[in-house]
């Protein structure tokens, strides 16, 4: 099992299966049908109506009480949000995506992601991680040490079946990006990596088309060693029609670094996921979770990647392709306020609706 070392964990916690028939309470034990969202604020809603429907920004996950002010209205346990807050988290302004990472730690099935995709409006989009079951080389422990070596790594029949089918069968057109995140690879896997990338690529050639069920979906590699990001790499994405994902985490250079890769599949959409604060290096989110939670302010704001990334934003989706964003309470202390700040940035360089 993947732990903090790699990857956040906080989606163990959501339910199997999100259930419409149990009742939440609030924490003063009051009875409530639904999770509350907080009152639109009207510059917010603004702010919406100046970004152009071809950029999806969100959150990773939405089950976090110190949000209460901002996406709910009123206090909610962590378990109460993880089952009925996504409707509630749909209706802010901004978030128009969001980027389910439980997938990655067990498969989640056609009838779970029907059940999160009746919560929002059609024209949400979601972004998914990709089970490690098929997106890490390795088999591993409770303490997130590799055991084994992971035989069912990039299979594609696995892919398929386990992720990607589930995927169109339950989210159907409101698929934004299916991202597989590959885990950090060992050293002998490194030193073999020719044969690595003919992996991945015969896995992504043997995918599901996601056409016509989810015609603005796209599938999305993201990666946690650099040595991945060379030609031979942009080579595999761009025969499978696969495009690479901005992964924003020290594991990985900075974005300045990233971006020649994603230029060099344009044209095409950005897939983003903005997962950790460099600052607190590349095994920090524990340190992270320590410091923001409970994640209801900017603590470590970052404007070089803010910035970086609106513009990369600003580009793409001023030239037509669709952009996919999503944010971790990690990056900067509270993913609602990046999100606010970063649409702001983007909405900055946009020219000027008459």
């Not at 962590?78 to 089952?83: E, F, G, I, R």
């Not at 892919?159 to 159907?172: H, I, M, N, T």
């Amino acid at each position: 099992m993947q732990n903090s070392l790699f990857e956040d964990v906080d989606d163990f916690k959501e339910p199997e299966e999100p259930s419409a028939a149990s009742t939440p309470k609030k924490r003063t034990g009051a009875r409530v049908a639904k999770v509350l969202p907080v009152s639109p604020d009207p510059a917010l809603l603004l702010l919406a109506g100046e970004l152009p429907p071809n950029l999806r920004i969100g959150t990773s996950s939405w089950h976090f009480p110190g949000w209460s002010g901002m996406v709910w209205e009123g206090d909610y346990e962590q378990s109460v949000l993880s089952k009925h807050g996504l409707a509630a988290y749909a209706q802010h302004p901004l978030f128009s995506a969001v980027s389910i990472d439980r997938s990655f730690y067990k498969p989640v099935t056609a009838i779970q992601f029907a059940a999160y995709a009746a919560q929002v409006p059609d024209d949400f989009r979601f972004t998914v991680k990709a089970p490690s079951l098929v997106a890490d080389a390795m088999v591993r422990g409770e303490d997130g040490r590799g055991m084994q070596a992971n035989p069912a790594f990039l299979d594609p029949a696995l892919a398929a079946s386990e992720f990607v089918q589930p995927a169109l069968d339950g989210l159907g057109h409101k698929i934004g990006a299916l991202v597989f995140q590959l885990s950090p690879l060992p050293g002998p896997m490194l030193a073999r990596m020719p044969e690595v990338l003919e992996k991945l690529g015969t896995m992504l050639r043997s995918l599901p088309s996601l056409q016509p069920i989810a015609p603005d979906g796209v599938i999305a590699v993201e990666v946690r060693n650099p040595e991945f990001l060379t030609p031979a790499f942009r080579d595999v994405l761009r025969d499978a029609g696969a495009t690479y994902c901005l992964g924003l985490h020290a594991k990985l250079p900075p974005i300045e670094a990233q971006l020649p890769l994603l230029r060099a599949l344009w044209p095409g959409p950005l897939v983003c996921r903005w997962n950790l604060n460099r600052l607190h290096g590349a095994y920090g989110y524990e340190d992270a979770k320590a410091l923001y939670e409970p994640f209801d302010k900017l603590v470590d704001i970052d404007p070089e990647t803010r910035a970086t990334l609106a513009r990369a934003i600003a580009g793409t989706i001023g030239a037509g392709q669709r952009a996919y964003v999503t944010i971790s309470n990690k990056a900067e202390g509270s993913a609602p306020q990046t999100v606010q700040a970063l649409a702001e940035a983007v909405r900055a360089l946009l020219p000027a609706k008459r």
